[in-house]
């Protein structure tokens, strides 16, 4: 296929390629997409991840043409695209279902959407050999659907997508019915794509740690609405929300009230009473004062069957659960005051603490947040 090979992520210009202004989409009094504005660049790996219901797919749907917006606009490309029907559009949407014709093989399969279009037969010959061979399935053109994997009939569904050069892909859970090892091996051959591409992919998935390992920037969602979009790091280390933190990775939330501060320094009493120092980087002047929740996550707390001379927070409680998960053992911690704390422990020997053991948790406070309650 004679696509564009990407350019480096810094040389990329920064042209929008995707803009969703205001964007509400309201089915029978039920607001699925509220007013949610997003900018997606030319070339970037964006990813829309949330729970369950949060109006992920309805956001890509309306970007794919399958919905037409209650209110707002969708723009391609710096055209408003509200109410161009979809085959217009210089999207295609990849579907976690396949959505491959049964009775068609894999090279007839590709090709379908070229002979719909009329395009001469020379060029859907070579256009769908080198989108086949864009995915590594050349070998596999005369099959049935059928006779494929389920990562097989991924990668024809992809190149079924590609064919057609769009500006944009949408993946709308596209390795959601894989099994674990095939969707990590399907992730990078995703990742490579994207690379070699250079076109804009927009991703909808609640797999987090999917999200996290691709995307240029995600954007996470919650009841139709935008909570915060950000790299991968920023999303994971600088939560804005006490619902970003809980959402993306492992965190424990205590709910206080900050009773002291000193430039950066937070001094906060949490509704269990524990005193707890949270130091802001950066964003110092943005801290919250008032209600806030403090997140902390379990790979940043440290644990010691002696006190431990730090000047940060420390408390003492026992080991009240452990559990292995092979690479690290997940402990919770019930402190003096009864709160319990999940700690990650990383599998080593001197790591392996016994339930019932009494310990201290400590933890510095650049490494906790203090988020707006
Ligand atoms: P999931 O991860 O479960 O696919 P999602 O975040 O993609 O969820 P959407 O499919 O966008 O969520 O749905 C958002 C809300 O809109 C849900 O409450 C859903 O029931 C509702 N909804 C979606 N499509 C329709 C429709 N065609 N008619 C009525 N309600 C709809």
Redesign the pocket.
């Known amino acids: 296929m004679t696509q564009t090979v990407s350019p480096t992520r810094a040389s990329r210009a920064t042209t929008l390629d995707v803009e969703l202004k205001q964007v509400s989409k309201v ?2 009094g ?1 607001t ?2 509220d007013r949610v504005d997003l900018q997606i660049q030319q070339g970037e790996f964006f990813s829309i991840l ?10 890509l ?1 309306l970007v794919a043409g399958f919905e037409q917006p209650t209110t707002g606009q969708v723009l391609i490309q710096g055209r408003d695209v509200g109410f161009m029907p979809a085959y217009r559009r210089s999207v295609n949407t990849v579907f976690q279902s396949y959505a491959l014709f049964s009775h068609l093989s894999v090279w007839d399969n590709i090709a379908f959407g070229l002979r719909i279009k009329g395009l001469p037969r020379a060029q859907t010959q070579e256009r769908v050999n080198d989108a086949l061979k864009l995915v590594k399935m050349e070998s596999f053109a005369h099959r049935r659907p059928a006779q494929l994997s389920g990562g097989q009939k991924q990668r024809v569904a992809l190149a079924r997508a590609l064919v057609n050069r769009p500006a944009v892909m949408l993946l709308d ?1 596209p390795l959601g019915a894989l099994d674990l090892k095939l969707r990590k091996q399907m992730q990078v051959e995703l990742s490579n794509l994207h690379q070699q591409l250079g076109i804009t992919f927009i991703m ?1 998935t ?1 797999d987090q740690e999917e999200a996290l390992s691709l995307s240029d920037r995600i954007a996470v ?1 919650q009841d ?1 609405r935008i909570e915060q979009v950000g790299s991968p790091s920023d999303i994971y280390e600088y939560p804005r929300t006490p619902f970003v933190a809980d959402f993306i990775g492992d965190t424990n939330l205590l709910r206080g009230r900050v009773d002291y501060r000193d430039g950066s320094i937070l001094r906060i009493t949490t509704e269990s009473g524990l005193t707890v120092l949270v130091k802001r980087g950066v964003e110092a002047e943005a801290a919250p004062l008032g209600d806030v929740v403090i997140s902390v996550r379990p790979e940043k707390i440290h644990l010691s069957q002696t006190a431990p001379e730090t000047s940060g927070n420390c408390y003492a409680g026992f080991v009240q659960h452990k559990m292995y998960l092979g690479t690290h053992v997940h402990c919770v911690v019930q402190l003096e005051n009864g709160d319990c704390l999940t700690v990650f422990q990383s599998n080593r020997a001197e790591h392996q603490l016994e339930a019932e053991t009494a310990v201290y948790v400590y933890w510095q406070p650049t490494d906790c947040l203090a988020l707006a309650a």
Do not use: D, I, L, N
């Open positions: 089915f029978e039920e699925a997409v949330g729970p369950s219901g949060c109006g992920k797919t309805t956001t749907r859970e909808v609640h969602m139709g």
